[in-house]
């Protein structure tokens, strides 16, 4: 059986962690440096760093800020925000960073999973999504542009595309449960783990250790969290003890 992990995540805007609610109300949590810095020492399996406003801002990742993050870290690091090309994923794969995360940009040109998973191998190519029910279709749809923007792509079968095109896992974030500390969405884990093998980090949600252990007992792969870790709302050891002893195979 897999380890699970679990994943930090810092959204950056203006080189400041930030976090929200539902997407919005955006607060500063702090620097991403020493962020990361004390996520690395408290044992994160991995660090996602999300620059949320370079697709909206339409500019790259802030470079400056993601070379001095890559310093402190020495678990795997995964970054998104901006990218487009084949060259911004050499540019940041060069900073140091592990994955490079594609969401906008992988709905506007699939071919880009294709191309990135060739050039760089499928392990770095991370394709995120970002998605809402509609509950008059009974369906999920994805949005892009920092979820300010709905396509008309429905969830599975964008999954199943992302997964044949050769994309190495996916960041699976509920915009519905985003910042509301009520738990991840188990029923969208479910439903993509049932019909995809390409791992799932699932995003958006998070608020007591219960809710890691339901997500991944759902068919999670990874659990992805900001508010309850930047806030030492939940400290990083005490939640892996916390799977350990509820027989999640956690690297502990």
Known sequence: MHTKRIIPCLDIKNGRVVKGVNFLGLQDAGDPVEIAKRYNEEGADE?????????????????????????EVFVPLCVGGGVKTLSDFYRLLKTGCDKVSINSAAIANPKLIEESAHNFGSQCVVVAMDVKFTSSENKYYLYINGGKTKTNKEVLSWAKEVSERGAGEILLTSMDADGTKCGYDNKLLKLLNEHIDIPLIASGGAGNMQHFKEALSNGADAVLAASVFHYREIALADLKNYLHNNSIPIRH
């Open 47 to 71: 660090i996602v760093f999300l620059d949320i406003t370079a697709t909206n801002e339409n500019r790259g990742t802030i470079v400056d800020v993601l070379e001095n993050v890559a310093k």
